[in-house]
């Protein structure tokens, strides 16, 4: 085999509850992730070295060298298979960069996926999830896809039932967020409001409204506590956010760690509409309609 190549989607948070700054500087999460219909690409072909080039509007802001999330990906497969492998990555993103939908994750994920096939080495999911975890929180979901519950940093998954297909609007702003910068000022927040956190608890209601295919009550339950570090950081997101509930989503929240603000609809044509409506608003860089849940890395 010369290459393969892998379709994978982006994320978005349905329930994102942080608890307490841990020692080791993460936090413990109940983190509801869903996989919607926004992909890159990843092909991998057989090189000697390993490189990576990175193509589509936003490949200026992309990493190609050692730094890229999906070349670590492809080093550490290598590595735990105990040979030096070579691949040429070619990475082509509509994921937005640092946008807060897991675009490197996701590229991690389907470097593993592709670098496992184009090597032969035949490993089992559970392999590439332990590998997953090291590289970063969100890549173990990214190699799952659906719709999965991550506790401890994210990366300790279980998947969800989920009774129909969600329409979604995404309302995508310039430049990115750190997440690691937004963390720290959600830490902030709560220590300058004198804030005891808890320990994170998954949202009955949030699951019962996946199971039963819910938009309403999905909607009404959804929530993100780096929201206010995320909009403390970028005040326009609340006009954003502002927006879209005024024009009739069923819910509203900044995605992971932003700026991507999501709105769930009722329909693909409502999503349709409200997605019109929010770009005449001048409200995001550009407004992006999706679904989900969708599969995760997809050999294409
Ligand atoms: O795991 P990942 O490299 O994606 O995390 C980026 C940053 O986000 C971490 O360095 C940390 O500051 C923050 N983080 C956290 N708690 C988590 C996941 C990420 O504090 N559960």
Redesign the pocket.
């Known amino acids: 085999m010369n290459s393969v190549t892998v379709r994978v989607p982006a994320k978005v948070n349905l329930q994102l509850a942080v608890g307490p700054l841990r020692e080791d ?3 413990d ?1 109940v983190n509801v992730f869903h996989a919607v219909s926004i992909f890159d690409e990843v092909t991998a072909a057989a090189e000697t070295g390993v490189s990576v080039r990175v193509e589509g509007e936003t490949a200026g802001q992309v990493p190609e060298d050692d730094d890229n999330l999906a070349v670590r990906a492809a080093r550490a497969l290598a590595g735990h298979a105990g040979r030096s492998y070579g691949v040429g990555l070619v990475i082509r993103k509509a994921i937005p960069v640092a946008g807060g939908m897991a675009g490197g994750s996701a590229d991690a994920a389907a470097a593993l996926v592709a670098c496992n096939e184009l090597w032969g080495l035949g490993l089992p999911l559970d392999d590439l999830l332990e590998i997953a975890a090291d590289l ?3 890549v173990p979901f990214a190699l799952l896809g659906g719709t999965a519950v991550g506790t401890g ?2 990366e300790r998954l279980t998947r969800l039932e989920v009774g129909g297909t969600f329409h979604w609007v995404f309302a995508l702003a310039d430049g990115g967020l750190s ?2 910068r937004v ?1 720290a000022e959600c830490d902030r927040l709560r220590a300058a409001g004198g804030e005891r956190v808890a320990r994170p608890r998954v949202s009955g209601a949030l699951l019962a409204a996946l199971r039963d295919g819910d938009a309403k009550t999905l909607g009404a339950e959804m929530a993100n506590d780096l929201q206010p570090a995320a909009v403390t950081l970028r005040p326009s997101l609340a006009r954003t956010l502002d927006a879209g509930r005024d024009l009739g989503a069923l819910g509203a929240l900044v995605s992971g760690s932003g700026p991507t603000c999501a709105f769930v609809a009722d329909s693909e044509a409502h999503a349709r509409e409200l997605a019109a409506a929010l770009t005449a608003e001048g409200v995001a860089r550009d407004v992006v309609v999706a679904h989900g849940p969708v599969p995760g890395p997809t050999v294409v």
Do not use: A, I, K, Q
């Open positions: 500087g993460y936090h999460l970063g929180s969100d940093r994210g997440t690691g963390y």
